[in-house]
């Protein structure tokens, strides 16, 4: 009697030449994003906008032509050329407050990178998943097509039942229902990823994980998510703003100046003279200050709570990440390939009714499944842990 064997692959396989990392395809949906695009484009129109900021009052030209009864045309005229500008000291307050604004706009910029980058990665991440959990299911049904064209001999020769055969009928319904199912989630993740991507396709067939690196770096990434998180960033970038702001808005009490030309014309006669004038922002100051300084207050609220947030969710992550490295190291996937080997050359010799062979194959098979999920989730929460290093 020919014997039949089922290959296993358990351990993560040997990446291919022209397999495909994940930061190549994170790097082709940063060029075509549309959101990151127009984020890019509002950035440079907000730069002119701070720049605009700064710049002195337009300059102001007025003409006025007088009428007298008794007189032909017009009688006299008055020309006046301004200038308003306000204190010196504002506008280098300005310049600083113009710089940290941009600075946090580019902060911003680089907190929804890292964002729409880390959401692409573990979609990827995810769809690494599917594809093996698709080669597992595949490999399952080429098992149960062998089962059967080995069950229905036996049928024919006596040695096997129809309960056999409808055993084995059922468990390729059972997995065709679910490589549809995997596979429909699989598409629909390749979709998520076209939208992030532009819309345009990309090339994900050959995907794998990343490495992961040693677990000796855990013991300084608390320090260094603190150092380098984007939301921290941009949160420390508001308040230095906003502490500007409140500089401005204080040195706004100072009085704003003009200067001009003054021409006037009465008959034959003409007469010239300066314009020079102040004025003082008596009222129109004081809810200015205030609002200053409750934007500063709650810009410097924002930020230790988003501190707190991000060493509270680093901690959770970081002991999550060893008790997954810890449930990894559990699993033996030599132990469970030459488990499914010995029960398939048992059901093949007929040391073991089928039935009993799907009730134990089933349970080793749930134990690859969930050595697969688990792998999974070490491979995210590494990405998660790290994500500020796209």
């Known amino acids: 009697m020919k014997t039949l064997y089922l290959t296993i692959l358990l351990s993560i396989p040997s990446v291919a030449a022209h397999a495909r990392d994940i930061d ?29 900021q700064n710049s002195l009052e337009s300059l102001s030209l007025e003409y006025s032509p007088f009428f007298r009864s008794g007189v032909s045309g017009m009688a006299s005229s008055e020309l006046v050329v301004s200038q308003e500008f306000d204190f010196p000291t504002l506008y280098i307050a300005r310049q600083k407050a113009g710089k940290l604004q941009q600075n946090a706009l580019d902060l911003e910029y680089k907190s929804l990178r890292r964002d729409l980058l880390y959401a692409g990665q573990q979609k990827c991440l995810d769809l690494i998943l599917l594809n093996r959990l698709q080669e597992v299911l595949e490999e399952r049904m080429k098992n149960a097509d062998e089962l059967l064209a080995l069950f229905e001999k036996r049928f ?17 319904m059972d997995l065709q229902t679910e490589i549809l199912q995997n596979e429909t989630s699989r598409q629909k993740i390749v979709q998520e990823l076209s939208v992030l991507n532009g819309n345009q396709p ?10 992961t690196g040693a677990e000796l770096e855990l013991s300084g990434l608390r320090n260094e998510i603190a150092q380098s998180d984007a939301g921290i960033q941009a949160a420390e970038a508001s308040v230095a703003a906003s502490a500007q702001e409140m500089q401005i808005a204080k040195q706004s009490r100072l009085p704003g100046l003009a200067v001009g030309y003054r021409r006037n014309t009465e008959m034959a006669e003409q007469s010239n003279g300066f314009l020079i004038g102040v004025s003082i922002p008596i ?10 300084k409750h934007k500063q207050i709650a810009a410097q609220q924002y930020l230790e ?17 060893q008790r997954l490295s810890q449930a990894l190291r559990i699993y033996d996937p030599a132990l469970i390939s030459r488990s499914l080997e010995l029960l398939k050359k048992a059901v093949v010799a007929g040391e073991m009714s089928l039935i009993d062979y799907y009730m134990e ?27 500020n290093r796209l």
Do not use: C
């Open 361 to 387: 194959a089933d349970k080793v098979y749930l134990k690859r499944q969930t050595y697969l999920s688990v792998e999974n989730q070490y491979q995210s929460l590494w990405a998660t842990l790290h994500k």
């Open 305 to 321: 709570h988003t501190r707190l947030q991000v060493a509270k969710e680093a901690d959770s992550q970081i002991q999550e990440l």
């Open 283 to 292: 009222f129109s100051n004081g809810n200015k200050v205030k609002a200053a």
């Open 156 to 172: 024919k020769e006596g040695d096997a039942t129809a309960l056999d055969l409808n055993k084995i009928r059922m468990e390729q």
């Open 202 to 211: 990309l090339s994900l067939d050959s995907i794998s994980y990343p490495e």
């Open 24 to 52: 190549s395809v994170l790097q082709e949906i940063e060029r075509n994003n549309l959101e990151l695009q127009a984020l890019r484009s509002y950035n440079r129109a907000s730069a002119f906008e701070i720049k605009d």
